[in-house]
């Protein structure tokens, strides 16, 4: 069955210090992987994305991940955060998205804050 | 570009009260579709998917059911609410890409 495991629930690191957020993952097949982020009260945004190609994969926000076939992870990084960084994020994992009967499963999530 | 309409964006419900949240989608035919719940400290939860009309894998036991009567259309509904069903609920699809709606913060009093 197809899971992720996010092993820090919460985060804390000072404004401008780099950033990684652990994600991995278990699917049986080829993964399409998923970070997404959440504001307090407010939905998901997509910050990237990887289904093939370069295993480092940039997105919004100056963020980047680096997919690891081998250890099964997909981690999230950014070099120097900022306040607004402050958020909850989900690693998620999927099959192609038309596939039929695909389902895209998330992680438990991991709340960063930034201390200035 | 595919697109999902989920409304209320807020509800406040007793308990024992009936419940149906519908999202509806645009941009894609024969999407699969999906319910996520994310209560209170804890991640997206997979509670329903749906391949097709009439289709629909429960992922979860619970007070919850969900029904696609149309392609496009995708409902989430109960008979008697319980407090443990609020929570913040997500529509999704997935055709060319995942698309989320923007979500309904449930509570139940």
């Known amino acids: 069955a197809q899971s992720v495991t996010q092993p820090d629930i919460h985060i804390t690191v000072s404004e401008g210090a780099s950033l990684e957020l652990r994600c991995n993952y278990s699917y049986g097949a080829t993964p399409y992987l998923f970070w997404y982020v959440q504001s307090p009260g407010q939905g998901l945004q997509l910050l990237l994305k990887y289904f093939s190609g370069d295993t480092l994969v940039q997105g919004i926000k100056g963020f980047e991940a680096e997919f690891k076939r081998s250890q099964s992870s997909f981690n999230l990084r950014k070099p120097s955060v900022h306040w607004s960084d402050a958020a909850e994020y989900f690693c998620a994992v999927g099959g192609r998205p038309n596939g039929y009967g695909n389902k895209l499963v998330f992680g438990a999530g991991t709340i960063l804050r930034v201390k200035s | 570009s595919q697109t999902i309409h989920q409304w209320p964006a807020t509800l406040v419900q007793p308990v024992g009260s009936p419940l149906s949240l519908e999202c509806t989608v645009e941009?894609?035919?024969?999407?699969?579709l999906y319910w996520y719940r994310q209560a209170a400290g804890r991640g997206l939860q997979l509670l329903f998917y749906?391949?097709?009309?009439?289709?629909i894998s429960s992922e979860v036991p619970q007070n919850l059911s969900a029904s696609r009567p149309q392609d496009r259309q995708f409902i989430l509904s109960s008979k008697k609410l319980l407090l443990s069903d609020s929570g913040f609920y997500l529509c999704?699809?997935?055709?060319?890409?995942?698309?989320f709606g923007s979500g309904t913060r449930l509570t139940v009093v």
């Open positions: 749906s391949v097709g009309i009439g289709q």
């Open positions: 941009g894609t035919s024969n999407p699969n």
């Open positions: 999704a699809l997935s055709g060319f890409g995942y698309t």
